[in-house]
Nanobody, 123 residues
Framework: QVQLVESGGGLVQPGGSLQLSCAAS????????MGWYRQAPGKQRELVAS???????NYLDDVKGRFTISRDNAKKAVFLQMNSLKPEDTAVYYC?????????????????WGQGTQVTVSS
């Protein structure tokens, strides 16, 4: 199994910054795409940003220029630096990681989710 542990959420004023972190552990053979999703009350979960193992990134239009995704492959960790936060960024943020894991001497694909961390942007 692959476990993800998130940290870094909280309450911040509009215009402020937060950094989210997510670390993967378990029987991991490889880590492919790492990403961050968010879900606001009454809304569907949406992709905020993703980053492949080859360095290709993708961002939700609403966060382009404000959020930056990065990863530390040695630590199997992904980060989301969020600047110029707006009230509409308020949501539970989830990290998502996919790749290959070792299970019973075979390689199997995994797609794991973090437990979610609350980000609230309010004055």
């Amino acid at each position: 199994q692959v476990q993800l542990v998130e940290s870094g959420g909280g309450l911040v004023q509009p215009g402020g910054s937060l950094q989210l972190s997510c670390a993967a552990s378990g029987s991991i053979f490889s880590v492919d795409t790492m990403g961050w999703y968010r879900q606001a009350p009454g809304k569907q979960r949406e992709l905020v940003a993703s980053l492949t193992s080859t360095g290709n990134s993708n961002y939700l239009d609403d966060v382009k220029g404000r959020f930056t995704i990065s990863r530390d492959n040695a630590k199997k960790a992904v980060f989301l630096q969020m600047n110029s936060l707006k009230p509409e960024d308020t949501a539970v943020y989830y990290c998502n990681v996919g790749g290959l894991m070792v299970y019973l001497r075979t390689y199997q694909r995994y797609n794991s989710w973090g437990q979610g961390t609350q980000v609230t942007v309010s004055s």
